[in-house]
């Protein structure tokens, strides 16, 4: 137990402000080849997850759905959970840098790179996608290597013919420097055309003291587009917003520390939730439009706002982006202080959740529901300290925890 207490402690900042004492500096971003190498090289998915046809409207349910939740499984702190269709199982992401799958009776390791991380407050493994024919999965995780300690690394693993990974296969595709500890991001996402969407936090301390969210030429406080290629490395994929004008890996700008996003299946709208500082919490949504997901050249306000506030009164974003407000915020009342998203649902097994946007509190365990088109907001659950909210394989709602166990979301 006491061992177990530790783990949940060491991972209580995971997505809290807090203060670092490491010196600042200008981050870098590294990984990259000339934009005119992207057709050549770029790796071609097998399967498309392009938006899915389905019969019904996207929009929310009217009715206020109600759910049951039950502990499937218990390991160590878990950052994600990691939907893998091709072996029909879920696969937990522990911080400590080990995946297992959990489609045996029992918890099987399929990768260890806890060689390669160390779980530390806001670091470790913090996330995982797996591309979209099922052959590589995508890590983000902070390097413990001599010289880029808490640096963030995306890297690239092989699956096996056994559906574990080799992680003697290990090809770096990005890194970027992080200047504190705190503020990761952590979160992936492999869009329809096989581009892998980063996010990353604003480089932590507490309120942007180096004004990184804002700034276009900046890799902190973003989203990132990359197109990974198959040795290591990645292109820059020609459609992003700011290629050539400024940073041309950014999609996104004006965050603060988006632990959880996600792509609509249904429509490819973007969601955010983004941590707040020291008052509120918000969650982000932009659709898709004409645009392969939603977000594209949007700044969403952090630092010169937190939620709706003013904050950063010296910064503003930049005016070659769109600056867009958060559709739902919430204040830091009754012990709430930290949201986890979150995905909207599309699954067969609620049918009254249908699109509606599943989002925790990491302080409060509260597991809620979000209606955009009523801006109707519930409590649906209590999950103590989640880290991540997911699909599964079925589509079905699967919650991680901080204490280690895998969340099941049903019918009452």
């Given amino acids: 137990m006491t061992h177990r207490l530790a783990e949940i402690v060491a991972l209580t900042t995971l997505v809290v402000a807090c203060g670092s004492s490491a010196d600042p500096s200008t981050p870098t971003i590294s990984g990259a080849i000339t934009t005119s190498d992207e057709v050549a090289t770029t790796l071609v998915?097998?399967?498309?997850?392009?938006?899915t046809e389905v019969v019904r409207s996207p929009e929310p349910t009217e009715s206020q759905p109600t759910l049951r939740v039950a502990v499937s499984a218990s390991l160590s702190s878990l950052s994600d959970l990691v939907a893998d269709p091709l072996a029909d199982r879920l696969l937990a992401v522990e911080q400590r840098g080990i995946i297992f799958s959990l489609a045996e009776s029992e918890p099987v390791e399929v990768l260890n790179i806890s060689h390669l991380t160390k779980q530390n407050g806001e670091q470790g493994l913090l996330g995982a996608a797996l591309s979209l024919d099922g052959s590589t999965i995508y890590l983000n995780f902070t390097s413990t290597d001599e010289g880029a300690e808490g640096d963030t690394v995306i890297a690239a693993v092989t699956r096996t013919a056994d559906g574990s990974f080799d992680?003697?296969?290990?090809?770096?595709?990005?890194?970027?420097?992080?200047?504190?500890?705190?503020?990761?991001?952590?979160?992936?996402?492999?869009?329809?055309?096989?581009?892998?969407?980063?996010?990353?936090?604003?480089?932590?301390?507490?309120?942007?003291?180096?004004?990184?969210?804002?700034?276009?030429?900046?890799?902190?406080?973003?989203l990132l587009r990359i197109h990974p290629l198959a040795g290591g490395g990645y292109s820059i994929p020609r459609d992003n917003p700011y290629v050539e004008i400024a940073l041309g890996e950014v999609w996104s700008s004006g965050l603060r520390n988006p632990w959880r996003i996600d792509v609509d299946p249904v429509t490819a709208d973007l969601w955010i939730a983004d941590?707040?500082?020291?008052?509120?919490?918000?969650?982000?949504?932009?659709?898709?439009?004409?645009?392969?997901?939603?977000?594209?050249?949007?700044?969403?306000?952090?630092?010169?706002?937190?939620?709706?506030?003013?904050?950063?009164?010296?910064?503003?974003?930049?005016?070659?982006?769109?600056?867009?407000?958060?559709?739902?915020?919430?204040?830091h009342d009754d012990g709430a202080c930290s949201i986890t998203g979150g995905v909207v649902y599309r699954?067969?097994?609620?049918?009254?959740?249908?699109?509606?946007?599943?989002?925790?509190?990491?302080?409060?365990?509260?597991?809620?529901?979000?209606?955009?088109?009523?801006?109707?907001?519930?409590?649906?659950?209590?999950?103590?300290?989640?880290?991540?909210?997911?699909?599964?394989?079925?589509?079905e709602i699967v919650i991680a925890t901080a204490g280690g166990d895998v969340v099941s979301v049903g019918l009452p």
């Fill in 167 to 222: 992680a003697n296969s290990l090809v770096t595709i990005m890194t970027i420097s992080q200047p504190y500890g705190n503020h990761n991001g952590g979160d992936l996402e492999v869009l329809s055309d096989g581009s892998l969407l980063i996010a990353v936090g604003d480089g932590g301390s507490g309120g942007d003291p180096q004004r990184h969210a804002h700034n276009l030429d900046d890799p902190l406080g973003k």
């Fill in 45 to 51: 998915p097998s399967s498309t997850t392009a938006p």
């Fill in 347 to 395: 699954g067969e097994l609620i049918d009254d959740l249908w699109g509606w946007y599943i989002y925790g509190d990491y302080c409060t365990g509260a597991i809620s529901g979000y209606n955009y088109i009523t801006g109707t907001n519930i409590k649906l659950a209590e999950v103590a300290s989640p880290t991540a909210i997911e699909r599964d394989h079925r589509g």
């Fill in 275 to 331: 941590v707040g500082q020291g008052e509120h919490e918000e969650i982000n949504r932009v659709d898709a439009a004409d645009n392969l997901i939603g977000g594209k050249g949007v700044d969403f306000g952090w630092s010169s706002s937190e939620g709706v506030a003013a904050f950063n009164t010296d910064v503003s974003p930049d005016p070659r982006s769109t600056e867009i407000k958060p559709v739902f915020t919430y204040p």
